[in-house]
């Protein structure tokens, strides 16, 4: 197992991330035998990172990862979870959370504690001194409950940056969606470039997209298997990320042994892109996300001329995200934070903004298009 080095402990390079442990019927229904298998295995091999959250399998993951890691001395792992603050009716109760939370996962301590996905929808409710949320969490580390405090973050650039700007100097790690799709198409390049200026180290989460990546287009699988004829598609991923010297922990979310496995072996070995090997990932990037999104730049020429004075290349952003990944929770959670006259549908396809577009982006169609798909999301 490859390992790298947080401070004064030494972090496996793959952690095992509890969104997608295995299941029975449903999503909430957890098989904790093969849970149970999985940890096992994992332990024998060097994997000493786990990651779990409040909400992960609708509760029950903190539960089944309780009952596995109960097996092995609690010094022998690390054990990470969130305050979730995805949902805002969450935020009066973080000390209620926070105490349950050491129960269902049999603790006295969390190794590593997020604040959870601070986004567009909610960072300002974290920023908030009437919650105390921060001060709660800062108490907890001071008292020896949390070891190492850090969060995760899906939102854009500007709210990254309004969160580090508060409590940047207390975050000793930051939770990124990072692969080489998102490294330009969430801006994740930018985003470490950012954590790198406050010298906090990234952990990685889903480096595969939910699987997406996992598997390619023939072609896409050719070029790249003529490059390294032994690495699985899934493999040159992991190896894109290890490429990036700030990440310290990849979170798989396996979902059954096999992938356990399969991963495991790939992380064997420390073997980064060489840069030919960069290029080509980037290429296959940038011809996987043209064929599902639209070419906007952001040069913004279109905001001046919109009578609703819609935030376009945004909303644009958040449509190409929503398309491309065919749903997710992003967009819908973004579209959150946004006035109701500010979103796609406020769109009154006047197309002005359409005259003065250099990409010749037809704007209005992908306004409707995309107020059409979050209402058959059921948003």
């Known amino acids: 197992m490859i390992y790298r080095d947080f401070q004064d402990i030494r972090l496996s390079n793959l952690g095992m991330g509890c969104m997608r442990l295995p299941q029975k019927e449903s ?20 994997v000493n990172y786990y990651d779990t959250a409040w909400g992960y399998h609708d509760g029950n993951s903190e539960l089944a990862m ?11 792992f690390y054990l990470a979870t969130k305050f979730p603050g ?26 590593f504690y997020l604040f959870h996905n601070v986004c567009e929808l909610n960072v300002d409710a974290y920023l908030d001194p009437q919650y105390g949320v921060y001060d709660f969490l800062m108490q907890q580390k001071r008292d020896g409950k949390i070891r190492h405090l850090g969060f995760s973050c899906h939102g854009e650039l500007p709210v990254l940056r309004r969160f580090l700007e508060a409590y940047g100097r207390d975050m000793e790690f930051c939770q990124l ?11 994740g390049a930018e985003k470490v470039a950012l954590l790198r200026e406050y010298g906090i180290p990234v952990w990685v989460m889903e480096p595969l ?36 010297p700030d990440v310290k922990v990849i979170l798989s979310g396996m979902s059954n042994p096999e992938q356990m496995r399969e991963n495991i072996e790939t992380f064997m070995t420390d073997a980064p892109l060489n840069e ?23 040069c913004r020429y ?11 290349p945004y909303l644009l952003s958040l449509y190409n995200e929503h398309a491309f990944t065919g749903g997710g929770f992003i967009a819908p959670m973004a579209m959150q ?43």
């Not at 309780?66 to 022998?76: T, V």
């Not at 996987?288 to 730049?297: A, G």
């Not at 001329?305 to 819609?310: G, N």
Request: proline share 6%; hydrophobic share 35%.
């Open 209 to 244: 997209r939910g699987g997406k990546l996992a598997s390619l287009p023939p072609e896409y699988e050719q070029k790249l298997k003529a490059l390294r004829p032994g690495e699985s598609v899934a493999a040159w991923s992991f190896r894109f990320l290890q490429s990036i």
């Open 177 to 187: 969606q990072i692969n080489f799709l998102d490294w330009t198409f969430q801006h």
């Open 86 to 111: 995805y949902d805002l009716s969450n935020f009066p109760r973080v000390r209620e959370i926070f105490a349950k939370q050491l129960e269902k996962l049999r603790t006295d301590y969390f190794d």
């Open 337 to 379: 934070a946004i006035d109701p006259d500010k979103q796609p549908s406020a769109c009154i396809g006047c197309r002005s903004c359409e005259q003065v577009c250099p990409q010749q982006i037809k704007i209005s169609e992908a306004m409707a298009d995309f107020s059409e798909k979050l209402a058959q999301s059921g948003w």
């Open 27 to 46: 999503y909430a229904d957890v098989d904790l035998p093969q849970v149970r298998e999985m940890v096992d295995y994992a332990m024998a091999h060097g």
């Open 302 to 312: 279109c905001t001046e001329y919109c009578p609703q004075e819609l935030d376009i």
């Open 276 to 298: 030919a090997e960069m290029q080509a990932l980037s290429q296959i990037a940038s011809q996987m996300l043209s064929k599902n999104t639209v070419p906007c730049t952001a």
């Open 66 to 76: 309780g009952d596995a890691l109960s097996a092995y001395p609690r010094g022998s």
